[in-house]
């Protein structure tokens, strides 16, 4: 069902990119299996994921917090209306402002889709589609320093490997056509976690797939993830295949799991592979040890916030600012 929803989508848009006039615009892009901004430098992202859609009073001074812990980057929850109230274009315009007076690159992620096959609530990615397209006007010009990561975690459950690649596919082709030429996130299948090995597997085709080869491949770390062993093969998988990827989500336990968050910042140092945790304030109480701040002060760094921007391997070490924000100096 996703599939053939984003398929017809696709058509749709198709006469679209006959029309759409092409940006000029450096952007991100991907070299040689690593994220590259519009100065040339490889990107390694070191940030937060920020509840946008839940919390949107908060953000502007999330955004001007995380960065002076040392973020380079923030994963924005945005909703098209599914779920949650739909995130306007106007606030979403207001939310690139803030964050590129901050010096952060920003994701922008549709959650509305997060576990559609299992969760009867879940938005399929056709819904994602159709927000990117009312967003369109908002995001082109912004290529520098905004990456467009589809849905998040839009496929679980019932959802087979082949509707998972399918439904890329065709969100790929659908944005492709609004003329989007940002660097896209796909995130990985069962909630994220990729438990079946579905993106990992079928990562290749689908970047061959773009006519940009512009993707970034996104891993949730959870309870998945709870020895080291599992962290390693999944990170040196994608280095092998050289693709990017990144973690746009984990903490050091998930509803009582445990997660090994130390081989994660080790072996993403390592390796420069980008990280973003989840998240920076207001979980529900049984995930609020996943908070990094107290009351969305970033004053007040929880035991989590504290390891994440202070520890080994943590933010305060490893993470560098685009210069794409001091016009390449």
Known sequence: MVANVARKLAAGLTCVS?????????GFSVRDGKLVDACGDAFV??????????KPRATAKAIRESASLGSNAVRVVLSDGTRWRRTSP?????????????????????????????????????????????????LRGQEDFVVVNIGNEPTAGTVT?????????????????????????IDAHDYGQDRSGTMRDKAAELFAADPLRNLVFDVHMYEAYGEAGAVEVYLK???AAR???????????????????????????????????????????????????ERFDG????????????????????SRRSRVFTACR
């Open 18 to 26: 006959i029309l759409a006039a092409t940006p000029a615009f450096a």
């Open 45 to 54: 992202a070191r940030g937060v994921n920020l509840p946008h859609a839940w």
């Open 90 to 138: 106007m606030a979403v315009r207001r939310i690139l402002t803030q964050a590129r007076r901050a010096g952060q690159v920003v994701i922008l992620e549709v959650h509305d889709t997060t576990g559609y096959g299992l969760d009867p609530k879940a938005a399929h990615i056709g819904s994602a589609l159709a927000y990117w397209t009312r967003l369109a006007p908002v």
């Open 161 to 185: 490997p082949i509707q998972w690649l399918e439904a890329h596919r065709t969100a790929i082709v659908a944005l492709r056509a609004l003329g989007l030429r940002h660097a896209l996130v």
């Open 237 to 239: 998988a994608f280095e």
């Open 243 to 293: 693709l990017p990827l990144i973690v746009g989500e984990f903490g050091p336990d998930h509803r009582g799991e445990p997660v090994d968050e130390e081989a994660i910042f080790r072996l993403s140092s390592e390796m420069r592979v980008g990280y973003l945790a989840w998240s920076w304030s207001g979980n529900a109480p049984e995930v609020a040890d996943l908070d990094l701040v």
């Open 299 to 318: 004053r007040r760094l929880t035991p989590w916030g504290r390891r994440f921007f202070d520890g080994p391997g943590g933010v305060g070490q490893t």
